[in-house]
């Protein structure tokens, strides 16, 4: 074969993968929100279990209000433990720890402080620096030829709860400062795999409170195809409750049909979206706490402060988790290894 026509096949091949994703983008994006059923599920008769889901389809899957002294073990872990955020110096550097995660009082308890005398548990954090955390449904199996994360994300994944499509609702209060924010998302093993869009697995914020300076706002994301690479997709939307987030509980919650997501606060709909395509893998769940990297920025843009290094109270609370499913989703899932393409480790 000749050397032109060689290169005529593959710019024509380029080509029709070009116009295949044009298409597929128009289609995706053409959703009109309208159209949705926005209106949370209504769960009064939903029993526990698929054999006792309602008129609906609806179901409860699990209910967490955090009894006891610690987390449920079959369902949560805390978040990695290690370096989360590395910043320019030591102390500007956040690491998530389960010291920092406890259970008082039926709330999960998630803390942030700086310290010079921190005392790991196993020994992975260092003296100096920011502690904090997070819980996950998902528990990551270390390669057996590597422990850096870096190698083995979204591909040693134990996932100790997963579900693709439903409801998910929790109630928390905030972390109230400078330079921290809380988030309640979902993430997909897959969400780092390239060529499918949001379709083999999206990170889905239900939630991000990264606004105390204007603090009746809060922040929703979608993320797709990895990050921080050519086909990295994002979407974000940010929504004004019209009241102060701070202080007080909110519930926040996702509803995740075949077709589209829509995201609640307080039952009032503060977005509607299929950007990306809609996941069709399962994820898990994480509810955890984040701070700035020492140069005041936090998520969709904001300018949020320094985290302040001088104060010991910041806290997070989780008041419950409550997951529901509908029967008449199931069919559209789709299995991990139904997507295909490479995995993508950038940042």
């Known amino acids: 074969m000749s050397k032109k026509k060689k290169v005529f096949i593959v710019v024509a091949s380029v080509l029709l993968v070009c116009v295949g994703f044009s298409i597929a983008g128009y289609f995706i994006f053409r959703f009109d929100p309208a159209k949705a059923d926005a209106s949370p599920p209504d769960f009064e008769t939903a029993g526990f279990g698929i054999g006792n889901a309602n008129d609906e389809g609806w179901y409860a899957v699990f209910i967490d209000e955090f009894e006891g002294d610690r987390l449920n073990g079959e369902i949560w872990t805390t978040s990695p433990h290690g370096v989360r955020k590395r910043g320019a110096t030591a102390a500007d550097t956040s690491w998530w720890c389960p010291s920092m995660v406890s259970v008082e009082d039926g709330k999960v ?6 310290l010079t ?11 100096e620096g920011i502690f904090t955390g997070g819980i996950e449904t998902r528990k990551i199996v270390e390669n057996a030829d590597s422990s850096d994360p870096d190698v083995t994300k979204g591909n040693h994944d134990e996932l100790l709860f997963g579900q693709a499509f439903g409801y998910f609702e929790t109630s928390v209060k905030f972390p109230e400062g400078e330079g921290i924010w809380s988030a309640f998302w979902l993430q997909s093993s897959n969400q780092r795999k390239l060529f499918n869009r949001g379709a ?9 409170s990264a606004f105390v300076k204007d603090p009746t706002l809060h922040g929703n994301a979608l993320l797709w195809n990895g990050y921080s690479n050519a086909l990295s997709g994002v979407a974000d939307n940010i ?8 202080g007080e509980y909110h519930k926040f919650a996702l509803k995740w049909t075949p077709e589209y997501y829509v995201f609640y606060i307080d039952d009032t709909v503060s977005w509607i979206t299929n950007a990306g395509g809609v996941s069709k893998v399962k994820e898990f769940l994480r509810l955890t706490v984040e701070v700035d990297e020492g140069d005041g920025w936090g ?7 320094l985290f302040d290094k001088t104060k010991t109270d910041y806290a997070f609370y989780v008041d419950y988790v409550k997951v529901y499913q509908n029967k008449n989703f199931a069919k559209y899932e789709k299995p991990d290894s139904y997507y295909k393409g490479p995995i993508s480790n950038a940042n």
């Open 117 to 127: 005398d921190h005392i790991c548990p196993d020994g992975v954090c260092v003296s």
């Open 299 to 305: 998520p969709h843009a904001r300018k949020i402060g």
């Open 200 to 208: 083999d697995g999206t990170e889905i914020d239900i939630y991000e």
């Open 109 to 114: 308890v998630i803390r942030a402080q700086y």
């Open 239 to 246: 929504f004004d409750a019209g009241k102060n987030l701070y």
